[in-house]
Nanobody, 124 residues
């Protein structure tokens, strides 16, 4: 599987927006499901959103439904997470990951390769 690099994190005020990117190292990226997860200090890593290899199936955690949008551009070997109306509870390190286990795509177990993470901090 390709290597992954996240970018786009930063400091934003509550109500603001950020767009995270997950760049893959090679075109095999288009064969894999992509998941976004986050981990806040002192908490376990949690599922945020997932998109299947073609982009036709998208899933969201209840906490971000309606505010976050996952997408991918396989020609660019990149996945995105558009985050709107950010809240202080969204503060975390955000990770993207790739995997092939479609029925486990809402869990960490469904993914084999992870990026290094990007910090998102939302100030209230």
């Amino acid at each position: 599987q390709p290597q992954l690099v996240e970018s786009g994190g930063g400091l934003v005020q509550a109500g603001g927006s950020l767009r995270l990117s997950c760049a893959a190292s090679d075109p095999s990226f288009g064969n894999y499901n992509v998941g976004w997860f986050r981990q806040a200090p002192g908490k376990e890593r949690e599922f945020v959103a997932a998109i299947n290899w073609s982009g036709g199936v998208k899933n969201y955690a209840d906490s971000v439904q309606g505010r976050f949008t996952i997408s991918r551009d396989n020609a660019m070997n990149t996945a995105y997470l558009q985050m709107n109306d950010l809240k202080s509870d969204d503060t975390a390190v955000y990770y993207c990951a790739t995997g092939v286990r479609y029925f486990q795509r809402l869990k960490s177990d469904g993914y084999d390769v992870w990026g290094q993470g990007t910090q998102v901090t939302v100030s209230s």
